[in-house]
């Protein structure tokens, strides 16, 4: 009897393809269930034909992908959405998919390529250790990860005025900006759920948001402090072991064991959701980290500089926890010495970020990564005014609900609705009138607007200085 042809990749056996939009069909509907979902309860919400058999063996395949949570080996078992509460845990967040297709970040073929092959199935992707000539092959000055072109295109963007003046003066000037920024999307970045509002009130007033972990919140303050560090140390800040062990230190005072805190690791760590293993030899993490700063102190242009940085100290894990938020905050030393638009990751999808990563710990391959650090790079300079005119067409998000915007904020405004209240009334508001693909970004954008708001814009928003001033007063 003849045999069936089978699908391969690379010479391999390949599963069966499932539909995508029928696994984020199950993500939707894991999603309903706070207390987490059963098995029946997701086929009564799915209401889409599938047997009992084959919902299993997707909730299977999702579990498999770090897409989903299981708790309990019985018929009681529930299935709930991953967070990410740590460096050794690298969990895939789920994607917000629009109409269009998945929200992400326009990459290039090759990024496109890297992104193909980090999906596949884990069980369809070779394990591969620390690749130590990864690191040696690269040579300061001689070897590029960003092209000439792309270096001068973000020197045009991130220059300022002040690259004259003493080190640091720009970052100064949009200090408290940058603190909230900064400090919020790093620690979105790891699956906080602090809203901006809730984040800038923690770090102004002190007031921890209602309902959140307190873990989130120690996140959060311990950015503040990382970036108070690299800004009050201008002069003394560095690819150096000072700068990064104390930028470690204070990221994860609290959160990690405090022998922990500031010092290389000396044991091996487990990285979900990816096939990629670390080194686990003290005395080899230690040659590779100091081998990083050294090169990277050589490098000349800052912006490789910053991404080789971006590239290599995440790739070791040089700690027990915290590696990314160590990386995604000393990329900034360079750009903070020389006066150059900071990075603070605004806008960066969470799952772009982790299939950068991922295509560097897997493959070695830097190709998306680049992607979403230059995307990462130009929003953040849109964000401080730098050269914002050279970004080109406005956000299309908000010329689609402009005059949502400016009705939301106004109610805002005319309700007297204070900082505590502003991110409930919001949420609510993009719950009964958005739908659900849109509303993290309404958000976000309808809070960066009342914050940004001023008795030289009001008129913007429909109001009257009257309004704007009594509710000044009680925002306060």
């Known amino acids: 009897m003849a045999q069936l042809p089978s699908l391969r990749h690379n010479n391999r056996i390949m599963p069966k393809i499932i539909p995508q939009e029928e696994l984020e069909a199950i993500l939707d509907a894991v999603s309903q269930f706070t207390e987490g979902a059963t098995v029946e309860g997701v086929r009564s919400t799915l209401n889409n034909g599938l047997s009992r058999r084959t919902l299993q063996r997707r909730l299977a395949q999702l579990v498999d992908e770090n897409r989903l949570n299981i708790e309990g080996k019985t018929k009681g078992s529930r299935y709930r959405l991953p967070r990410i509460t740590g460096e050794a845990e690298i969990v895939m967040p789920r994607p917000t998919v629009e109409a269009s297709g998945e929200v992400y970040i326009p990459i290039s073929p090759e990024g496109e390529v890297i992104k193909t092959e980090i999906r596949f199935p884990l069980w369809d992707r070779k394990p591969v250790g620390y690749n130590r000539a990864f690191l040696n092959e690269y040579r300061p000055n001689e070897s590029f990860y960003l092209s000439e072109e792309t ?134 993490i230690d040659e590779c980290f100091q081998q990083i700063l050294d090169t990277a102190t050589a490098i000349q242009d800052p912006f490789e500089q910053v991404f080789f940085t ?43 970020y982790i299939d950068g990563l991922l295509g560097v710990y897997e493959l070695n391959r830097v190709e998306l990564l680049r992607d979403v650090f230059v995307k990462a790079y130009e929003r953040s300079c849109a964000r401080y005014s730098a050269v914002r005119q050279s970004l080109g067409e406005p956000d299309p998000f908000r010329l689609q609900y402009r005059t949502v915007i400016i009705e939301t904020v106004g109610e805002i405004v005319r309700k007297v609705i204070d900082k505590k209240a502003a991110t409930t009334f919001i949420k609510q508001f993009a719950n009964d009138n958005l739908p659900p693909e849109d509303q993290a970004r309404f958000l976000e954008v309808v809070e960066t607007e009342v914050m940004n708001l001023h008795e030289g814009n009001i008129a913007r928003y429909r109001l009257r200085p009257s309004e704007y001033d009594i509710w000044q007063r009680n925002w306060k």
């Open 151 to 284: 270096r001068g295109h973000l020197m045009t963007l991130g220059g300022s005025s002040e690259d004259e003046l003493p080190a640091g003066t720009y970052v100064k000037q949009i200090f408290n900006r940058l603190l909230i920024d900064l400090s919020w999307n790093s620690s979105r970045l790891e699956g906080n759920t602090y809203s901006l509002l809730e984040t800038e009130r923690l770090l102004e007033l002190g007031e921890s948001a209602e309902g959140k972990d307190a873990k989130e919140a120690q996140m959060i303050l311990n950015h503040k402090a990382a970036i108070e560090f690299l800004v009050g140390q201008v002069t003394d800040i560095g690819f150096n072991r000072y700068t990064i062990l104390n930028l470690h230190a204070l990221l994860s005072e609290n959160l990690l064991d405090s022998k922990a805190c500031g010092r290389l690791r000396g044991r091996g760590v487990g990285i979900s959701g990816t096939v990629y293993h670390p080194l686990e030899s003290r005395k080899l």
């Open 310 to 352: 971006m590239v290599h100290l995440p790739y070791l894990q040089p700690f027990e926890d915290v590696n990314k938020r160590v990386s995604r905050l000393s990329v900034n030393i360079p750009l903070i010495r020389l006066n150059l638009s900071p990075l603070s990751f605004v806008d960066v999808p969470q799952r772009a």
